[in-house]
């Protein structure tokens, strides 16, 4: 069973960097492509940047492209998500999700498990 927790949201202002986390306490993390998807009031779930099972592969929405990072550490069971150069429209609820195929990994209805989420308030 993939247990997901985010955290590292909180406020910022427009230009500064914030590292979000997602801690995996099952045991079969290195198993599952990762994903961060995000989401604001009135909109659905968005893909933000997917890594598969080792690191390997990188993938991200052209909207974050060069600004953000993800990573992963499989020795800790955790994801994260590196963000910089932040702008008020990445405001959001961030959400990290597991999925057992790269295939649609941008897809949100692909995905098997998810977390919590964790709140990003970017001022301008």
């Known amino acids: 069973q993939v247990q997901l927790v985010e955290s590292g949201g909180g406020l910022v202002q427009t230009g500064g960097s914030l590292r979000l986390s997602c801690a995996d306490s099952?045991?079969?993390?290195?198993?599952?492509?990762m994903g961060w998807f995000r989401r604001t009031p009135g909109k659905e779930r968005e893909f933000v940047a997917a890594?598969?099972?080792?690191?390997?592969?990188?993938y991200y929405a052209d909207s974050v492209q060069s600004r953000f990072t993800i990573s992963r550490d499989k020795a800790k069971n955790t994801m994260y998500l590196q963000m910089n150069s932040l702008k008020p429209e990445d405001t959001a609820v961030y959400y990290c999700?597991?999925?057992?195929?790269?295939?649609?990994?941008?897809?949100?209805?692909?995905?098997?498990?998810w977390g919590q989420g964790t709140q990003v308030t970017v001022s301008s």
């Open positions: 999700a597991a999925v057992s195929s790269w295939d649609q990994v941008t897809e949100v209805r692909r995905y098997d498990y």
């Open positions: 099952g045991r079969t993390f290195t198993d599952y492509m």
């Open positions: 890594i598969s099972w080792n690191g390997g592969r990188l």
